[in-house]
C-alpha cells in the first residue's frame, strides 16, 4: 500500500550500508574491528536468547493464532479475505472523510506557525528526485512530509505499484508477510496485516486500514492508519506498531512526462527517536533508488494480477466537490 517502514527501511538501509562499509574498508584497525564483531556477537546472542524465551513462553497462547499465520509461500490473500457479512461488522467509518480533509490538510502544509520544520535530505539522478523534512511534535511521533518526482511514469503505474503489496515482498527485503484480512465494498476501505522484519530488533507488525479517493485531473490519494482486527490476533514475538497516520497524493508534474507522489507519515514503531531521525535521514535515499528500480520493472505482463480480485484499488472513492474547495482555500 505504498508506506511500510518510512523509518524502518531506511534503518534497514542505513545498517546495512554501515556494516557493509565495516566489511570492506581494510584500513580500520584490526583490533577495533574484532572488538566490534565480539559486541556485535554479544548483542545478537543475547537478542537470541530473550527471543528464545519469548517463545517458549508465549507458545501456548500463540497455537489459537496459528491458523491464521500461515508460510509466507503457501499464503493466499484472495482465499482469506473476508467480506463484510452484515452492516454490525462494517468497517466504514475506520478511515473516513475527516482522515482525507487531514491528509489534504497536511500535504498543501496548512501547518501551524509554531511547527518549526527540519529539511533531512535533498537527492536526485536523471529519473528521480526526493526531497523530505521532518518535525517533532512535544508528544507525538515525528511527522515527515516528502516529495519524489518520477521521470518517465505514469499515474496510473505509479499508483499501482505502490499498491501492489505482493510484489513489494519481492523488492522490499523487511517486508515478510502480508495478508488482506477485510475489505468494505460500501466505500473501499480495506484492512491488512503486515509483517516487518529488521536487522537485531523484534519484528513489527501493522494491522492498516486504508482507503483511496479520486480527484480532479486524475490525481489519487490515499490515507492509512492504525486499527484493530479479531483476525489479527496479537501474539508476542511480534511488536505491535501502536500509531500509525500516513497518507500520499499522486498527480501530474505539469509540463513533462513525470508525475509525484507527496507522502505526509507519522509512526510509533518503538524506535528511539534520535535512531530514527539518523536513519531515516542515511538510508532513505538508498530505499528510494531500490523502489525506482522496482517501479521500473513493473508492469501489468511480468507482474500478473495475483492480489485477491477485491481491494481498494478497484473500489477508488470520488472526492466530493466540497473536500477540493476546502484544499482550496
Known sequence: MGFFGFNGSSLYSSLKSSMDFWFLNDRMNICYGWATLFVLLCIILFLFSTRLLRFFSSSSSSSSSSSRR???SSFSPAASATEIPSSNSRISEIVSVADLKFLIENLDEKLSENE???????????????????????????KYLSLTVFENCTIEVL?????????????????????????????????GCTIKK?????????????RLW???????????????????VRQRKFVRV?????????????GRNACQIKMFHQEDAGLNLEMAKLAFSRGIWSYVCKMNDALRRYSVKSHPLICPAVTAVSLIQKVSTSILKYSCC
Open 70 to 72: 500461515h508460510n509466507v
Open 198 to 210: 529488521f536487522p537485531l530488533l523484534t519484528p513489527r507488525e501493522y494491522v492498516l486500514a486504508w
Open 214 to 232: 479520486e480527484g480532479k485531473d486524475k490525481t489519487f490519494y490515499c490515507f492509512i492508519k492504525e486499527c484493530e482486527h479479531p483476525l489479527a
Open 159 to 191: 499508483r499501482d505499484f505502490y499498491m501492489d503489496n505482493e510484489y513489494r515482498k519481492q523488492w522490499d527485503k523487511t517486508v515478510v508477510e502480508h495478508e488482506q484480512l477485510q475489505v468494505d465494498r460500501t466505500n473501499g476501505t480495506e484492512i
Open 242 to 254: 501502536k500509531f500509525f497516520r500516513s497518507g500520499w497524493r499522486i498527480s501530474k508534474v505539469p
Open 116 to 142: 518549526k520544520w527540519e529539511n533531512v535530505t535533498n537527492k536526485r539522478n536523471n529519473l528521480l528526485a526526493y526531497t523530505a523534512k521532518c518535525f517533532k511534535p512535544k508528544d507525538a511521533p515525528i
